[in-house]
């Protein structure tokens, strides 16, 4: 039987030979041990590495001499079976060979090299391994300790790694105050995955460094709305003024939060120029996107902003009448009074009976107490808006309550949020998600990576 699967391992048929490898290596005799030698030197991989793993199930010390050699198969997988396979030898010959592989390219071997030395009981025996045997456990945070001597680390996991991995080791290098970082960090924000990007932009905010205004201005035009997100957050928390065109540009974004995020960034900026495109926000069609409108136009404190927010005020969202007056108290204390109130209020005044009725007792109110109507001109009875309990409403609400218990101080509140999410399957949701990908808990960050797996599926 043993010389039929010998040759069935040189079959031109990839499963042929795949089958026959799994056989030897199930449950493999000291008989089996020449056959495995020689599968160690097959040209496919897939049958090395079952090769490797059946000569980690035979207990013959000469086995130590193949596996040493596969550890510097050209096969990833390979190395990793053989790791697997010598992890419980007592040969004095294995730690060293382990030893350089927590410096590898492959994440999977590193992670591989640094469980089995540790389940020997090794220990680095030099400052500068001790970087590299934290992040090959994909402890990268804790890697943050040693300073500047952890970049080569962190780097390596940029370039070979799983994305959560990836953002774990963007977030670590943005702790790590050193010139190397900053270049490692606009790498990384050119990633195809948008959490690693998402995660770059932060710590490229972090930084402080004028130098990554040019390439955060860049990724407002990324084809990932989470991304552009994060690049015009950090842009405006930066108070980056060479941005505010593209920050215009994005009040008219596909993506609702990037329209409202553009909307708070020209607010922290205080671009006076930016009234003309605020004003027309809003009339967006998202009433949270109406609110940070609101809200920065109260910042800017341009009298210019009086006329649109009163007509603001019969918008049909009571949130987004309440901001509109308090951003008219923020700019002028006697806004009523002011001349550029007075057209603004007789144009409302002229719509009155097209308001919704929700609105109109606010608005009528409003023009009594401005002298702009008389008692006797007020509508009889005005309509009071019923409940609005659509299920639309309903989803809307819940995706805005879980948003927010995201970023609740209770890990097991935020874990359960992203869930929430992931089930909800709102698309308002995935800029969320995606940060929390970041988050400092393992049982959060894995709530938010299969929140996102679902929705992409």
Known sequence: ????????????????????????????????????????????????????????????????????????????????????????????????????????????????????LEHMGWRPSSPEDEPWLLVAKGQCSKATAYGASAIPALEAVLNSAPFGLRVAAVQALGDIRDPRVTRLLLGAAKSEDPAVCVAAVDALAHTGDSQVIAPLTGLLRSAHPQVRLAALEALGNLGAKVATEPLR????????????????????????????????ALADSDADVREATAMALGNLADPRAI?????????????????????????????????????????????????????????EQLLVGTGSLKQD?????????????????????AVSLFLAVLCDVDRDLRQAAAEALGRLGDPRAESALVRAVGDADP???????????????
């Open 1 to 116: 039987m043993l010389w039929l699967i010998q040759r069935q391992l040189h079959s031109k048929t990839a499963e042929v030979r795949h089958k026959a490898a799994a056989q030897l290596a199930e449950a493999p005799t000291a008989g089996a041990f020449g056959a495995l030698c020689s599968a160690l030197k097959n040209q496919d991989p897939e049958v090395r590495r079952l090769a490797a793993s059946g000569l980690g199930k035979i207990e013959d010390e000469r086995s130590v001499e193949p596996l040493l050699a596969a550890l510097r198969d050209n096969s990833p997988d390979v190395r990793k079976a053989a790791i697997s396979a010598l992890r419980r030898s007592t040969d004095e010959r294995v730690r060293p060979a382990l030893e350089p592989l927590i410096r590898h390219s492959d994440a999977g071997v590193r992670g591989h090299a640094a469980q089995a």
């Open 443 to 457: 049982g959060v960050r894995a709530a938010a990576e299969r929140a996102l797996q679902a929705r992409r599926q």
């Open 377 to 397: 001109e007020r509508a009889r009875a005005p309509a009071a808006t019923p409940p609005d309990a659509s299920p639309e409403k309903r989803s809307k609400l």
């Open 249 to 280: 540009t994005l009040l008219r974004d596909a993506s609702w939060d990037v329209r409202r995020a553009a909307a708070e960034a020209l607010g922290r900026i205080r671009d006076p120029e930016s009234i003309p495109q605020l004003a027309e």
């Open 307 to 363: 006329g649109p927010l009163v007509l603001t005020l019969k918008d049909p969202a009571s949130g987004v009448r309440r901001l509109a007056a308090a951003a008219l108290s923020r700019i002028d204390p006697v806004w009523s009074a002011s001349a550029e109130a007075f057209p603004a209020l007789e144009q409302l005044k002229s719509a009155l009976d097209d308001i919704e009725p929700g609105a109109r007792h606010f608005v």
